[in-house]
Nanobody
């Protein structure tokens, strides 16, 4: 069973930056390249929503609310996906989850808390 390990959350002031990481502890490189990678978030009292995705071909998509502020990327050598978050706003607060999906599997990270507050 694969394990996704997230890191990088924390408390930041509005306008600040954070970088989240999600590493697949056991995945081999060839399987990593087959994955659609995604970040989701869930704010208190709200449903989980997609933030950013990068598919197996490298096509990237963002939620409208983060477009231009967030950047998703991947490093196959480290089996890791990143989310660079700039110009953070209070409404970005929530638990961020990473997701690796293919025709053979779906894995979720444990979640990392991001709090944007002054």
């Amino acid at each position: 069973q694969e394990q996704l390990v997230e890191s990088g959350g924390g408390l930041v002031q509005p306008g600040g930056s954070l970088r989240l990481s999600c590493r697949a502890a056991r995945m081999i490189t060839s399987v990593f390249w087959q994955q659609r990678l995604a970040w989701y978030r869930q704010a208190p009292g709200k449903q989980r929503e997609m933030v950013a995705t990068i598919d197996a071909r490298g096509n990237i998509d963002y939620a409208e609310s983060v477009n231009g502020r967030f950047t998703v990327s991947r490093d196959a050598s480290r089996k890791t996906m990143y989310l660079q978050m700039n110009n953070l706003k209070a409404e970005d607060t929530g638990v961020y989850y990473c997701n690796f999906f293919s025709s053979h599997n779906e894995y979720w990270g444990q979640g990392t808390q991001v709090t944007v507050s002054s």
